[in-house]
């Protein structure tokens, strides 16, 4: 017989369960792959190319490139688990098997965890060489341990979600295990207060050192950074915020399901969405990075710019 996995929950205390209310349902269907879709394709051509960037162009690597690097494998990791969530919430079944399942599961938390921890290092990292003027750069051997720690970091957060996460195919069944409450809690703490507070207490020390430089770079440096939290706080507040009251939720302390089901659709897609613009604010900004990326485009399709040429 066919396994029904019309029933089951996503990682990280999220739900991709398609909520009872036929008319949320059928937003659902419509909305989620539509909308998963067009985070996958343009989040993996913006991620893929700052990964291009990265590997052909920079001969000599910092810190802050081998953080950028992995900030970029982490959302394309992160973005390979989209189509079958999209597929899941179009069809409301998984048909890929328990394995898939898994693998899926590793795929988005690995992905998750991996930009969080990386966009903090890359913070620390910058917050250490300006306001305490450590200019002795790390060896490549120590950056590439360091990067290793995170992602294992990474692995060990992830590590009880993508074990014990499972597929309920009993419809009647609505217990929630306490491994997925501590879940939601670590999700909150790990992937919001911390890197938003870390972003903060960093930023709030660079930018007064950076404006007293007059210099139209450094200056240029503090918009980034103003952005850097200003979006990191909007896309992910209003996800964290509809997470912990799902926790309140099945602790007995909040009944609004419907009304929780509805808004984690919005919120979950609008975080979602965050991992499209990390290459514009990380990379592109830069008017040296945007001319690496320039160049392989006109490399991958000359007979674009050779186009544009001629019409000029």
Not at 3 to 19: A, F, K, R, V
Not at 225 to 232: C, I
Not at 285 to 302: A, C, Q, S, T, Y
Request: glycine fraction near 4%; charged fraction near 15%; aromatic fraction near 16%.
């Amino acid at each position: 017989t066919d396994t029904d996995y019309s029933d089951y929950e996503n990682i990280n205390g999220c739900q991709y369960q398609l909520p009872n209310n036929e008319k949320l349902s059928d937003f659902s269907r419509v909305f989620l792959p539509t909308f998963y879709s067009i985070i996958f394709i343009v989040g993996f051509i913006g991620n893929a190319l700052v990964l291009c960037v990265l590997v052909k162009y920079r001969k000599t690597s910092n810190m802050s490139d081998l953080c950028l690097f992995n900030l970029a494998l982490s959302d394309l990791l992160f973005l390979i688990s989209l189509p079958f969530w999209a597929h899941y919430a179009a069809v409301t079944e998984w048909i890929f098997g328990n394995f898939m399942y898994h693998v899926v599961t590793a795929l988005y938390m690995l992905g998750f965890y991996g930009s969080i921890f990386f966009m903090i290092l890359m913070t620390v990292e910058r917050y250490i060489v300006i306001v305490h003027t450590f200019s002795k750069h790390l060896s490549v051997r120590d950056s590439i341990a360091l990067a290793l720690f995170v992602w294992s970091l990474s692995l060990g957060v992830s590590l009880p979600t993508i074990i014990f996460s499972q597929v309920n195919n009993d419809l009647s069944k609505r217990e929630v295990p306490a491994w997925k409450l501590v879940s939601y809690i670590e999700l909150n703490i790990l992937g919001w207060i911390v890197p938003l507070s870390v972003m903060v207490v960093c930023y709030s020390r660079i930018i007064p050192i950076l404006m007293t430089m007059r210099s139209q770079k450094k200056h240029k440096a503090v918009r980034l950074m103003v952005v850097l939290v200003s979006v990191f706080f909007l896309f992910w507040t209003p996800y964290n915020i509809v997470i912990f009251l799902k926790f309140l939720q099945h602790v007995g302390l909040n009944t609004c399901q419907e009304h929780l089901d509805m808004a984690m659709q919005w919120v979950e897609s609008l975080a979602f969405s965050h991992c499209c613009l990390n290459p514009i604010i990380y990379a592109f900004v830069g008017k040296k990075f945007r001319n690496l990326f320039l160049k392989i485009l006109k490399e991958w399709f000359p007979f674009c710019f050779d186009r544009c040429k001629k019409t000029e």
